[in-house]
């Protein structure tokens, strides 16, 4: 069965400072991996997706993400935060093996402080 | 283009009526999945539906929960007797049906069991 942990609940930085969001997942098959981001009373934005090819992955509002197969691990992150990326980020992994369901982590709330 | 609509934004119900959620994904989207998210938490996956297939169903928390595509398009998921454990928002998402594909969310329904 496919699953992700993200171990944050919270992530505070300062505004201008990198951002890292934590997220690692277990599957039998080969992930497909997914970033979302959520603003309050709002749905689910997508920021950015690895499916093959090169680990490093960009996406929407100058975040990325890195892939790394041996620490089973889908990191988002960004260089300079910014207080308007304050929202809620859930990783998602999809297990080539199970078909088309996803799974969601928790989510993580990310505070960036002016 | 459109993105996915759902309606209503907020519904409030008393504990035993029945409701109804709707949901209008993107034109062309051929894949449809409903998830539940409580207050400040992940994502709770109910139920999928690909194309013309038999829906997946394996996360309805119950049989009083059912949905239903109609024409391959519009989704309906009714809720009967509402418990107040209900009381959550209620997601929707397309996609175009490859397991690689994002999915995109709406804005989500969210209801309020009294």
């Known amino acids: 069965a496919q699953s992700v942990a993200q171990p944050e609940d919270q992530v505070n930085v300062a505004e201008g400072n990198p951002l890292t969001v934590k997220c690692t997942y277990s599957?039998?098959?080969?992930?497909?991996l997914f970033w979302y981001v959520q603003y309050p009373n709002r749905g689910l934005q997508f920021l950015l997706k690895?499916?093959?090819?090169?680990?490093l992955v960009k996406g929407s509002y100058g975040f990325e993400a890195e892939f790394n197969k041996s620490q089973t691990s889908f990191h988002l992150k960004k260089p300079s935060a910014l207080v308007s990326d304050s929202a809620l980020y859930f990783c998602?992994?999809?297990?080539?093996?199970?078909?088309?369901?996803?799974?969601f982590g928790p989510g993580t709330r990310l505070s960036v402080l002016p | 283009g459109a993105g996915v609509s759902q309606s209503p934004s907020n519904k409030v119900t008393e504990k035993g009526k029945d409701v109804e959620l709707r949901c209008d994904p993107i034109?062309?989207?051929?894949?449809l999945y409903w998830y539940r998210q409580s207050l400040g938490q992940g994502l709770e996956f109910l139920i999928y539906?690909?194309?013309?297939?038999?829906?997946?169903k394996s996360g309805l928390p119950s049989d009083r929960f059912s949905a239903e595509r109609t024409g391959g398009s519009v989704s309906t998921l009714t809720i009967q007797r509402t418990q107040q454990e209900d009381s959550a928002v209620y997601l929707c998402?397309?996609?175009?049906?490859?397991?690689?594909?994002?999915?995109?969310f709406g804005p989500g329904t969210r209801l309020t069991v009294l």
């Open positions: 998602a992994v999809r297990d080539t093996d199970y078909g088309q369901n996803f799974v």
């Open positions: 690895y499916i093959t090819g090169d680990n």
């Open positions: 034109s062309g989207h051929t894949a």
């Open positions: 998402a397309s996609s175009l049906g490859h397991p690689t594909d994002t999915q995109y």
């Open positions: 599957v039998s098959g080969n992930p497909y």
């Open positions: 539906f690909q194309g013309n297939s038999a829906p997946d």
